[in-house]
Nanobody
Framework: QEQLAESGGGSVQAGGSLRLSCPASTYAYIGWFRQTPGKEREGVAT????????HYADSVKGRFTISHDMANQTVYLQMMNLKPEDTAMYYCAARAPPLYDYRKFLDPSAFGSWGQGTQVTVSL
């Protein structure tokens, strides 16, 4: 089973940008999720690599972009106009089987392989 390893987290001021990376070559679906202490993990953005279809949480639409670089076999999460409420541990997750229920695209329980996480901190 391919191991996932996120990178690209860091500390930025509000309004700044970061790009997270997740090398993954064997999965059909890659998602970015985030979690803060005391809260449930939530879906941020996912991509169906073969269909090039993306899904976003309402809270990040227009600010975050998920993409897949075929040459590097890497999924990116470009985060723009970051806000303090975006502060969280961000996880890359993957799924191989087809996912037909659109309600599951941002559901952490639908993804079986996880990275260790990368911290994103946004300050005022």
């Amino acid at each position: 089973q391919e191991q996932l390893a996120e990178s690209g987290g860091g500390s930025v001021q509000a309004g700044g940008s970061l790009r997270l990376s997740c090398p993954a070559s064997t999965y059909a679906y890659i998602g970015w999720f985030r979690q803060t202490p005391g809260k449930e993990r939530e879906g941020v953005a996912t991509i169906n690599i073969r269909a090039s279809k993306m899904h976003y949480a309402d809270s990040v639409k227009g600010r975050f972009t998920i993409s897949h670089d075929m040459a590097n076999q890497t999924v990116y999460l470009q985060m723009m106009n970051l806000k303090p409420e975006d502060t969280a541990m961000y996880y890359c997750a993957a799924r191989a089987p087809p996912l037909y229920d659109y309600r599951k695209f941002l559901d952490p329980s639908a993804f079986g392989s996880w990275g260790q996480g990368t911290q994103v901190t946004v300050s005022l």
